[in-house]
């Protein structure tokens, strides 16, 4: 039912620290509609990526799906009005701020705000990163990848799996439970992990074309080591070489490069680990991060590794 991740709704009380990150940090374009108020943020042809509000106090972070067209639109919502979710419809300012043709919205069992909208508009003006990167990979896949923590691991995997219509790409439940979705070719567009700690957004994945551009992002980053919240590593499952930086909110943008795909032929996998190597999360107590470095080394005297297939020689477009 849904196609792909296709936008991100954010209220924030730092809207100049988002400004300044997504333009000269990750390379997004900053689109200002009122000064100190609402922002787009653009990373391809579309209209936005990111609608940004300024409110006062915590932020809020919720994702915008997209579907093929109005009929689409209905059926979902008929879907989510069936499965228990209370559905709004899009006010007309926000469905002309999204650029979209028409938009419905609810919140999940965390209280995460969910869009389904159809016909998110080009741009009139070409794509002007914010700094000189060769774009992200995203049409037919999507924005990117959504991780979080969910106080409610069977209703949320429900909405997302049989509401929602996404397949399992691989899973497991050691040390806790955790879920990769997939709707289009990209390996997940959703994680959802169940830690037992309280519900929260974990990260956003947006991926580079080019490697130089990760490197870069990294190398800025290194400037202020508190940013980063996991370091350069290649994840097992998505192969996404990638690294985590702290956004003003505290959440954190994965930036990556290089993920498979999948297809038809899929199998769903149980994972051996969360990284082929690096990844280290600076935010983990001791002891955890013990634990992942033995896996990491677990993994090494495997030899286990994976190719890199590059994303030009992917059907994903
Ligand atoms: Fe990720």
């Given amino acids: 039912m849904i196609n792909a991740l296709s936008y991100i709704v954010v209220e924030t009380p730092r809207m100049r620290e988002w400004a300044e990150q997504a333009s000269t940090h990750v390379g997004l374009q900053v689109d200002v509609l009122e000064a100190g108020k609402t922002m787009r943020l653009r990373a391809d042809e579309k209209i936005q990526r990111f609608v940004v509000t300024a409110i006062e106090g915590e932020s809020t972070m919720g994702m915008g799906f997209e579907v093929a067209d109005e009929q689409t639109l209905i059926a979902c919502a008929a879907a989510l009005e069936a499965a228990g979710y209370k559905t709004t419809q899009g006010t007309p300012d926000e469905i002309e701020f999204r650029g979209?043709?028409?938009?419905?919205?609810?919140?999940?069992?965390?209280?995460?705000?969910?869009?389904?909208?159809?016909?998110?508009?080009?741009a009139d003006t070409?794509?002007?990163?914010?700094?000189?990167?060769?774009g992200f990979r995203m049409g037919k896949m999507g924005l990117g990848h959504v991780a979080f923590i969910t106080e409610h691991f069977e209703e949320t995997s429900n909405l997302y799996r049989n509401v929602l219509g996404m397949s399992l790409t691989d899973y497991t439940y050691k040390p806790f439970k955790v879920e990769f979705l997939h709707c289009n070719p990209?390996?997940?567009?959703?994680?959802?992990?169940?830690?037992?700690?309280?519900?929260?957004?974990?990260?956003?994945?947006?991926?580079?074309?080019?490697?130089?551009?990760?490197?870069?992002?990294?190398?800025?980053?290194?400037?202020?080591?508190?940013?980063?919240?996991?370091?350069?590593?290649?994840?097992?499952n998505d192969h996404a070489t990638s690294f985590y930086l702290k956004n003003p909110d505290g959440w954190m943008f994965e930036l990556g490069w290089a993920?498979?795909?999948?297809?038809?032929?899929?199998?769903?996998?149980?994972l051996k680990g969360m990284s082929l190597w690096g990844h280290d999360r600076t935010w983990l107590p001791d002891e955890k991060r013990e634990e992942a470095r033995q896996i990491l080394k677990r993994l090494a005297a495997e030899g286990m590794r994976a190719p890199v297939v590059l994303p030009n020689t992917q059907k994903e477009q």
């Fill in 186 to 236: 990209r390996h997940h567009t959703i994680g959802i992990a169940h830690t037992g700690g309280k519900s929260a957004i974990y990260h956003l994945m947006l991926e580079y074309n080019d490697f130089d551009d990760v490197g870069r992002a990294y190398d800025t980053a290194l400037m202020n080591p508190e940013s980063i919240g996991v370091t350069l590593g290649r994840h097992i």
């Fill in 100 to 122: 979209v043709q028409d938009m419905i919205h609810f919140r999940d069992h965390d209280g995460v705000r969910l869009e389904i909208a159809y016909g998110l508009k080009d």
């Fill in 259 to 270: 993920t498979r795909t999948v297809g038809p032929d899929w199998e769903v996998e149980e």
């Fill in 126 to 134: 070409e794509f002007a990163p914010g700094r000189p990167i060769g």
